[in-house]
Structure formats: C-alpha cells, structure tokens
C-alpha cells in the first residue's frame, strides 16, 4: 500500500494540529523484504571503510552502494540494471559487522548477486562457466578424491595449470590444494560410523565419572574441505567431542553453500541446502545439536540460509548451529581442561593466528587467542583484522589475483612479524591464502585442541 | 551451561571499554560483549568533558569546576567531582592523549568550520588549539567533499580566532574516484605510492603543494585522513618537509581519529586479558532479583553467558541502548525503567535546536550505577550501568559525551568488580 492510498491521508488539508498521530503505512516486514535494512542505512560509510575490497580497489563502489542505495534504484525504476561491480564484491561480510544500523548489507549484496547472474551475466560466458566450476568445489573434489594422487600431481602440473588461467581464467599463480588420500567420510566409515562414537562417548562418560547415558550428541557439518582436503580437522573434532563424552553423527550433507552465495549461484546453492536439510533435519528433530569445524559452513547454515531460503527446516537448523569450539565452551570446562593439560610434545607451540572474516560476524574472531592463554607453554599470536583477502573462490579468479594478494599484504606482514612459523586458522581458504603468502603450515584449532586434550 | 566470566559487560563504546578495563584492572575476568564495532568509528575521537553548561551559550573553561553547577540527576552529579577526576585520571594513564593532568578546556575547530570545547585531544590534533598560537592554513583535497577548507577558514575568521587563517583546496596527487571513501585516502597515505609521472611519493607530492600555498602560515591543518596506524610518523614527515607543525582537523562519521582510539583501547583491553565477543547483540536475560544469565543472539542461536556482576553499556538513543515507540520508552535488554512523559508530544520541543526531553532519557541510577525501578528500588543487584545508557544529561548540547562515558564506566567497572571478588 503506498502513502496516497492510506485512508484518512488528505494532502490537500494537512493537520497541523497537535492531535497528529503517524500511522503505519508499510505492511508488516516479512523475512525477505528489504526495505527495513535499506530504510535504516544513515550513510554514514562506515562500511565502505571496512571494505577490504574498496580499500585497494579504486574502481569498488563499496557496500554502501551495493546494498542499500542500489536496492532503492531497483525499487524506482523496474528496468534498473544491477550495476557489474556486484561481482567485485568477495562477500567477506565485514560490511555487516561494521554497520552501526543493523542493515543487512551481506543479504543485499547476495540477493543482488543472485540477479545480476541470473538475468544479466550471459550464461554462455566463460566467466560465469568459471564461476560455476569454482563455485562447485564440491563437485570438482568429489571427483578428485577418486583418484587423489593423480588429481594432485595433474592440478600442480604446469603447464596445465597455464591452460586453465588461459581458458577459464583461473589463477596459475596458487599451488592447488592437495587431495587427501583418504576422505573424512570414508575414514569415519572405516573406523565404525556412529556406532562406534556412541561406544568412545560412553567409555569417555564412564572414565569422567558422567551419566552413561547422558544426553550429548551433536551432528557433524564437516563440509567440502574437511572432507576431502583436511580429514585431519573433522578427525581431530571427532576425538575432541568423544573426548568430553559426546557422540557424534555425520549426516548426509551438500556443500553449505558459501561459495555458491559469493557467485550468485543461487540454485547451485539451493540443490546443495536440500541435500543439507533432508540430512540434518531428523538429527534436529532427534535432538541433536549441529557443529560445524568451518567458519564460513556454520556462517552459511547461520546467517545465509535464513536470509535467503524460506524451506520450513531453515529456521530450525539455524538456531541449533554451532560452531565447534564454541559449543564445547558453552557446555564443557574447556578452559579448566586446557589449565591441566600440558602442551603436546609433538606439535608446535607458538601459532600465527588469523581469524576469518566469517569467524568474526560470529563473535569468534578472538576464540582461539583468549582460548589458549589457559595452555601454558604455547602461545597463539593474532596477527590483527585485517581481510586475508582470498574470500574462498575470489582469489582464485586471474582477474581478481592482484587485489587478493594486496588485501593480504598486512596479514602476510604481521605473520612474518610473529613470534610463530606455523599458522593458524579456522577457514580452509584463509590458510591457502596464509600459506600461499608465507609458505608457513597452516593448523586448525581444533586440531590443537586434539593434541592436547586425547592421545 | 554457559560462557562464564566474573564481569560480564554489555557494549562496546567508550563506556564499554572502560568499564571493562577497570574492572580487569581490580583483578577480575572480563568479558566484554558489543552488538557492532566500537561507536568511537562514528565518534570524532577528541574527548569532551563538560563543553557547556545547561542552558548557557558559553563554553566552560573550568569542567571540574563547573560539575557543582550540574542539576542533581546529571550523571556527573550523581558521581561527584572526585569519581569523575579519578576516572579520566585513568584514561590518561590509558590513552595517549595530550593534556593528561589538564584542568581546562581547549577549544579546537571542526570539519564543518565550527569549534567546540574539548578537554583531551589526540596528538595529531593538538597544534590546532584555537586559544593560541600562529597563522594557520587549512587544506582541504577536492575528492573529500567533507572539508571545505576555505569555507572553514572564513568561519572561523568569523568567529573572531586571534590568528589568521587561509584555507586552501588542493587536487588530491593521485587521481580517486569521486565517491572514494575516507579509508581509501589513509590507506593511500600510509602506503605511500609513488606518483605517477613526478617521480615523488605521495606524501612528498602533498608536502610539496601544500608547500607552494603555506605563505606566512605558521601551521597547517589537514582533514583527518592521515593513515590508519602511522598518523605520527606521517605527520613527523609532512613537518619535517613544511617546517612547521602539521596538524589533523576532527572529521565527521566515519572517523579515524575515532577508528584509532578504539585500535589503542582495544590493545589495552588486550594487554590486561579482558575477553571480547564482537558482532552480536544480547537479546534475553534469565533473571529474578539478580541476572543469572544473558543470551548473545547469533543470527538464530542463542548464545548463553553468565556472570556475577554485569554492566550495562549499551549507549543512548542513537546506540539503541535507549529504544522507543509510539507509546512508551524502554531499556531493550533488561527492561530497565526508564523516566518519560507519558504523552509522546512531550518527548521533544518544538523548537528543532531546543532543550528536547529526549536527549536525556536513558536508565535512571543512585551513586552505586545500579538502574532503579519506576519506585526507586534497585532494578537487579548485580547490574551497573554506564555511559549514555543512564539519563540525565544532554550530551550533545553539553558536550560532554566521553567524559560521561569514562567517569560512568570506571565507576561501574571497579564497583562490579569489587562485588564479583
């Protein structure tokens, strides 16, 4: 309804009097509408200076322009294109950290990305094929990890490597990240699946002296990478949940969507969220919390999957997503835990850490650095806010390279700058980007955790 | 189950912050949780104590001095004049602002070609002081659109300042577009590029057309855009070139003189262990006569913490630690009673720059912080306040934001953490 139309509204006799009451002329706000985030935003451009992407990019309009003010063009005018600087955006979501207003700046920018792909990028463009590729890591891994030695020595193979920037446009300068050659699910079905955490978590609870059958489960998001990439993270969560008497299920899951968003692969990201919900959903319902070992997963599970899909068991999942250390320091002692333990021989004891952008809009930005002042004898240094500035599939792009490596110029600086010369992290991408910057190994840390709390 | 802490503090701001570290500076664990980013982003990171008194037209020279004049439901008021000069004692051990120790006002000019009573200022703001000193030149750079250095320079010639000033607006050495943000010039700045074509760097291209407009100008005001973490040894290499002293002009939203107090809070936060959760707001509480525990929303979760003592920081009206609609006033998070007419016609003046009620809603508390019902009972045992969140004073008019902040933060910190020992 708009204002002309609200009865009793007669602009012709304005009421100057002081019996004035306002009346409500917008209806009720409902999930997807946007209005309310654009009516909030006071421009006030303190986003735009979060923007990692604005702050080396002359040629970035920024969020502020990305979100509210294009929104309200397209509100005006029907025939308003979404401008194309939609895609220089990497979807770091500082931008919603950042707003002292509330406005769902990240929200705007997926649904406006959403759009421009599908009604405007032209579907028979390499660009978009390319992104469809990138976007689809899980696609692409799944195939790998049929055969992950040869994927690996293919995907470092120069000269293929030169092919694939020539024709699809995506950076030869990053070593690939290497297949493992035994994926997290395939390692969890080996060692018994949920039967056998169900009988740790119990041996676990009768060692502490707990209920046998008290009731702490959780079910597993492990996402693409700790699967095929990194077992060794979903491996070591594992251990660290039974450790505190947790059982574990790895439900069947899709990819939790993330580098679809930052790609306006909206459907790519619909198919996989199906898949997620049909797996997750009866653990919910059964009374199982969800974790997650990434950031950008409990993010998307989080935040994207409410903003942008309306399914009945979004809402569900979203309110019982966790992150994996945050969940063990809202029901265990893990400070007390790490306060008796001692730090493991046979790991490194002092971290570059950086954390995530995802990790940040979560609260989680300082989680492992305050964490780990209780461990006497390691020493997690943060190496400040900066952006790492891979964002997932964006560093990846050929066109995109250049501004990647200049947004992580300060993260590379204070690595090197840090006491440590291993690094550390919770997003798989961050740690390509730390690695790629300074060749140090870069750790989870949950996988520090592991160390030190199980054998 | 649920995160612990001795002290649990609730909002990220200056009064945040301080009350933070105070308390962490008794002795006892901290966590200090903030909806967003510090509001310092969106403050001009000079710190007012008490610019103007109620109702008058001229600025106090005197703020400790002028506390008695103060109404007695006034913040300041309620503290007392001790608890507010131990409190900004502490914030110049804290900070390094200059003026640590100083009884007076200074008065430093605007963006806008105001000036305003301060009562600590960053370094690189200093040599700006409108009370004394040399010719001033104020430079603005085309492309920041927030600084019209001529029009700056003509009001305060206006204004009567006993110097001269000339303004002056230079292009800006490397081309930017038209709506470049402020963080793109201080990054810029701090990475310092060489220019195209000069073979210079740029803060050799700015020295040198500052250079050539200086005159008889015996210091040089810029807008605040000169770097992010380095503003001092930019500012040491722009003097050393003009040979005279350089100095940055408070900016408008979003404001890195702000942007770089928080940096320095957050390291002292850091320094004395204080845990920090930004980027989610409390939504709920469990609680009867005492606050068991809060929930941090995140997006759908509901994150619980618990705490024996906790602080209330969550700002004023514009901080949304005040909320209203059309029919009431409220504290979103506990409920906390707060005073207002009930007649909304009431809340405001009619005069647009009048006296509005509004600006002085907030919580209302005794001595001890703690909010207090509609009857004068104490809200919840273990809850303090601080900051705008507490009623009373008129901030903007008074000019006295900060102070109020860090003497109500203090106050509120030390006292949780005395009880939580």
């Keep these: ?455 | 189950m649920a995160i612990e802490s001795d002290v649990l503090v609730i909002g990220g701001g200056l009064a945040g912050m301080m009350s933070a570290l105070a308390a962490a500076e008794e002795g006892a664990s901290v966590r200090l949780i903030s909806y967003k980013q510090s509001t310092l982003r969106q403050a001009s990171g000079l710190i007012d104590l008490l610019g103007y008194l109620p109702g008058e037209q001229r600025p106090v020279v005197s703020p400790y001095e002028a506390i008695g004049a103060l109404p007695a439901e006034h913040p300041y008021a309620i503290l007392g004049v001790d608890r507010v000069r131990a409190a900004m004692d502490r914030f110049d051990t804290t900070v390094g602002y200059d003026g640590g120790g100083a009884e007076r006002n200074t008065l430093v000019a605007t963006h806008a070609g105001g000036y305003k009573p301060t009562f600590r200022t960053p370094q690189s703001v200093t040599p700006g002081a409108l009370a004394d000193g040399g010719a001033m030149l104020l430079v603005g750079f085309d492309p920041i659109t927030d600084f019209d250095a001529p029009f700056a320079a003509a009001m305060l010639t206006e204004a009567g300042v006993p110097f001269e000033v000339h303004g002056e607006t230079l292009p800006f050495p490397i081309e930017q577009a038209s709506d470049a943000g402020i963080g793109r010039f201080a990054a810029l700045i701090e990475e310092d590029p060489a220019v195209p074509a000069t073979g210079r760097t740029l803060r050799e291209s700015i020295a040198t057309a500052i250079g050539a407009v200086l005159g008889e100008a015996e210091r040089v005001g810029v807008p605040a855009i000169l770097g992010t973490q380095e503003s001092a040894s930019i500012i040491a290499e722009l003097e050393a070139a003009l040979g005279v002293p350089v100095f940055e002009v408070p900016m408008g939203p979003p404001s890195l003189l702000g942007s770089r107090l928080e940096a320095e809070l957050h390291a002292a936060l850091d320094r004395a262990g204080v845990s920090m959760e930004l980027g989610n707001p409390v939504v709920d509480a469990d609680a009867d006569a005492r606050i068991s525990t809060v929930y941090v929303e995140k997006n759908h979760a509901q994150i619980p913490y618990a705490a024996s003592e906790y602080v209330l920081a969550t700002g004023g009206l514009v901080g949304k630690g005040v909320g209203s609609d059309r029919s009431q006033v409220h504290e979103p998070v506990f409920g906390c009673h707060i005073p207002h007419p009930a007649d909304r016609s009431d809340w405001y003046d009619d005069d647009v720059f009048g006296a509005h009620p509004f600006a002085r809603f907030g919580v209302r508390v005794g001595g001890d912080l703690r909010p207090q019902t509609a009857d004068g009972a104490i809200e919840y045992q273990n809850l303090r306040a601080a900051g705008s969140v507490i009623g009373g004073a008129d901030f903007a008019k008074e000019k006295s934001g900060s102070g109020i902040s860090i003497a109500t933060g203090v106050a509120a910190g030390t006292a949780a953490a005395e009880e939580a020992a």
Excluded at chain 1, 180 to 198: D, I, K, L, N, P
Excluded at chain 1, 332 to 349: I, T, V
């Design chain 1, 1 to 455: 309804m708009s204002d002309a139309e609200q009865p009793g509204f007669a602009p012709t006799q304005p009421n100057t009097g002081t019996e004035f009451e306002p009346v409500q002329v917008f209806p009720e706000v409902t999930d997807s509408d946007l209005r309310s985030g654009a009516d909030s935003c006071y421009k006030c451009s303190t986003c735009d200076v979060n923007c990692p992407v604005a702050a080396v990019d002359d040629s970035f309009p920024g969020p502020k322009f990305q979100g509210p003010e294009q929104w309200r063009l397209h509100q005006r005018d029907e025939e308003h294109e979404i401008d194309d600087s939609i895609m220089s955006c990497s979807n770091c979501m500082r931008c919603d950290n950042a707003c002292p207003s509330g406005v769902p700046l990240s929200q705007m920018h997926n649904t406006a990305r959403a759009e421009y792909v599908s009604e405007q990028m032209s579907h028979r463009s390499v660009e978009y094929w390319r992104n469809r590729l990138l976007s689809n890591y899980r696609l692409s891994a799944w195939a790998a990890s049929k055969a992950p030695r040869v994927a690996n020595w293919m995907l470092n193979f120069g000269p293929a490597r030169q092919l694939l920037e020539a024709t699809l446009g995506i950076t030869a300068e990053r070593e690939f990240p290497a297949f493992a050659t035994e994926t997290f699910r395939r390692w969890w079905q080996r060692r018994g699946g949920a039967a056998a955490s169900r009988a740790r978590a119990v041996a676990a609870r009768r060692r502490q002296g707990l209920d046998p059958d008290a009731d702490k489960k959780v079910a597993y998001f492990h996402g693409c990478y700790s699967n095929y990439n990194t077992p060794e993270v979903g491996r070591a969560l594992v251990r660290v949940y039974e450790h505190f008497g947790y059982e574990v299920v790895v439900p069947k899951q899709g990819c939790s969507g993330t580098p679809m968003f930052a790609n306006g692969m909206i459907d790519d990201a619909a198919r996989h969220k199906d898949r997620t919900l049909e797996g997750f959903t009866p653990k919910l319902d059964a009374g199982y919390d969800v974790i997650a070992s990434c950031t950008s997963c409990s993010m998307a599970l989080r935040q994207e999957y409410p903003e942008l899909f309306e399914d009945a068991g979004v809402d569900a999942l979203a309110g019982r997503t966790y992150e994996g250390i945050e969940y063990l320091r809202i029901h265990e002692d893990l400070p007390g835990a790490l306060a008796e333990a001692e730090a493991p021989a046979d790991f490194p004891d002092a971290f570059a850490y950086h954390a995530p952008c995802h990790a940040r809009n979560q609260g989680l930005a300082r989680q492992a650095v305050e964490l780990f002042r209780h461990l006497e004898g390691v020493t997690i240094e943060d190496v400040g806010e900066s952006c790492s500035g891979i964002s997932g599939t964006y560093g990846w792009k050929q066109e995109k390279y250049e501004v990647s490596m200049q947004i992580g110029e300060d993260m590379f600086e204070h690595m090197h700058d840090a006491a440590g010369t291993t690094g550390m992290t919770e997003c798989p991408t961050c740690a390509m980007q730390m690695e790629h910057g300074t060749s140090y190994p870069i750790r989870h840390p949950l996988e520090l955790l592991a160390a030190v709390l199980t054998d």
